[in-house]
């Protein structure tokens, strides 16, 4: 199973320390030589992005910042874990905690648990999804 590890974030946020940094560095190495980390990356200031909303019909785009945001994702990390439990314990090695701090972890959805998997179309629109994170072509395998 893989877990997504959301890093929440605030701002006007500093850039993390070098000690910091290295702390990261050494929990991702860890994850690594375990074999459980498929991906992470760390997110640049809402300011530089944008949010695309459906309004009366229409894409609409709103450049960040985003002040009205209560809670950013300012990170993440992919695993692969057996179990919630498994996903947790390496949730509780990351360096950065401070009071009142959260990181929330949610399953990523896997083909075989789309109920409508068994419908033929469908079934064969997954298998060829399943097929293509099997051959290395999703982002999180390069």
Do not use: C
């Amino acid at each position: 199973m893989r877990y997504m590890i959301i890093v929440k974030g605030k701002e006007p946020s500093p850039p993390p320390s070098s000690e910091l940094l290295a702390a990261m560095g050494r929990l991702n190495q860890e994850m690594i030589e375990a074999g459980v980390l498929l991906g992470g990356e760390g997110l640049q200031p809402s300011k530089s992005g944008a949010k695309v909303v459906m309004q009366g019909g229409k894409l609409v785009v709103r450049d960040g910042p985003f002040t009205e945001a209560k809670e950013l994702i300012g990170g993440f990390w992919i695993i692969k874990a057996d179990s919630l439990d498994e996903a947790l314990g390496w949730v509780k090695k990351i360096p950065m905690w401070s009071e009142g701090e959260e990181v929330e972890v949610r399953r990523v959805s896997e083909v075989e648990d789309f109920a409508y998997a068994h419908d033929e179309v469908a079934g064969e629109t997954l298998d060829r999804e399943k097929a293509q994170r099997d051959s290395g072509v999703w982002p999180e395998q390069r």
